[in-house]
């Protein structure tokens, strides 16, 4: 039931941001490796991407449109100092966790362009940027508007898709009360599993 579920929410998510992506042009807005990615972790729903181990602590816009906050605003505790924008068809791209705005509330912004400095402030255990894409006010992943789904990093495309898969996984046997994995998992049944067998293998050999 938690995995039907689970499918059919991103599915949902999903359709709205595919058919978006191919009317915006995105740019990444930091250069370094995503630490955190979107969706179900360990410490709850992660409704963006943090992007660490920054080789230039230079945040830029994604994509174009209007600056409608910059700082420590209403609604966003915790998020630190941000640059929320918002490019006027219902998309908005948000930058926590600055060090130091760079935009002007109410400046049109282009890709590529300066928004601040990566830093540490609101709820933070190292310098990174958190980056949103908000639909309508609802968090979609921001990967499928960015330009090959991760930055160019040693890990790779892959990497990124392993950790969301074993994210999934631990959320899965957490939430399963009653569950018993070698029982489950036994000669019989593993034979029947072999996908998820695989899934919660990769879900252990990252979570060490």
Known sequence: MLLAAACAAALVLAAPAAAQSRAHSFVWPASGTITNPFGI????????????????????AATAGVVAAVGYTTGFEGYGNIVLVDDGSGLQTLYAHLSQPRARIGEHVVPGQ?????????????????????????????????????????AGPAFARRLEMAHAARTMLTHLTGFRLATWLGPRQRAARPSLVRLLAGAARLSR
Do not use: K, Q, W, Y
């Open 41 to 60: 972790t360990d410490m709850g729903f992660h409704p963006g991407i943090d992007i660490g181990m920054l080789r230039s602590l230079d945040i830029r």
């Open 114 to 154: 300066l928004l601040g400095i990566a830093g540490c402030t609101g709820s933070c255990t190292g310098t990174h940027l958190h980056f949103e894409v908000r639909l309508h006010g609802t968090a979609i992943n921001p990967l499928r508007f960015l330009p090959g789904g991760i930055p160019a990093a040693p």
